[in-house]
T-cell receptor
């Protein structure tokens, strides 16, 4: 079945540091890939997505590139801010499915 | 605009008691509806999803059931709660026709079974 594997957290960074959160996936079809974010005290919300190989999703300074050859969708940001502190979830939606499969989430803590 | 309401926000129940969590969506028609459970260290686990009234897909065998009595209403139930049912339950919806994969989540319901 489908699955998503994320690096374990928490990830602790200083403000303006470079961020990478690794995500790899297993799917039977040609999935769309997503990053969702959960800020403290809030619900999950879509951060970015990519629907086919080599697509790059981007939003709020975050980027992720759909790499079919390595089955990966790593999240990156060049300079994090304290306000980026949240839990980040990688997810996929496989061909013909109507539901998302989520990873376990990675907590990011950014210190001033 | 579309909104999603989920209640109750918190619930403390004894083992063996029944459960009913309710979710309603406003401002859209024919949504796909979902129940997820978020457990510590285990991420989001899909429990049920529905593409229409009376149509429920169950992802994992368990002590829970779901129903969709109306187009924009989704209910999560149990006849007898187990300790292992404790967790944070999230309702979500997505557009039924376009289904881009973008889910809109409710605020969640925290269930503690004692």
């Amino acid at each position: 079945g489908d699955s998503v594997t994320q690096m374990e957290g928490p990830v602790t960074l200083s403000e303006e540091a470079f961020l990478t959160i690794n995500c790899t996936y297993t799917a039977t079809g040609y999935p769309s890939l997503f990053w969702y974010v959960q800020y403290p005290g809030e619900g999950l919300q879509l951060l970015l997505k990519a629907t086919k190989a080599d697509d790059k999703g981007s939003n709020k300074g975050f980027e992720a590139t759909y790499r079919k050859e390595t089955t990966s969708f790593h999240l990156e940001k060049g300079s994090v801010q304290v306000s980026d502190s949240a839990v980040y979830f990688c997810a996929l939606m496989d061909t013909g499915r109507r539901a998302l499969t989520f990873g376990s989430g990675t907590r990011l803590q950014v210190q001033p | 605009s579309q909104t999603i309401h989920q209640w109750p926000a918190t619930l403390v129940q004894p083992v063996g008691s029944p459960l009913s969590l309710e979710c309603t969506v406003e401002g859209t028609s024919n949504p796909n509806l979902y129940w997820y459970r978020q457990a510590a260290g285990r991420g989001l686990q899909l429990l049920f999803y529905s593409v229409g009234i009376g149509q429920i897909s169950s992802e994992v065998p368990q002590n829970l059931s779901a129903s969709r009595p109306q187009d924009r209403q989704f209910i999560l139930s149990s006849k007898k709660l187990l300790l292992s049912d404790s967790g944070f339950y999230l309702c979500a919806w997505s557009a039924g026709t376009t289904n881009t994969g973008e889910l809109f989540f409710g605020e969640g319901s925290r269930l503690t079974v004692l």
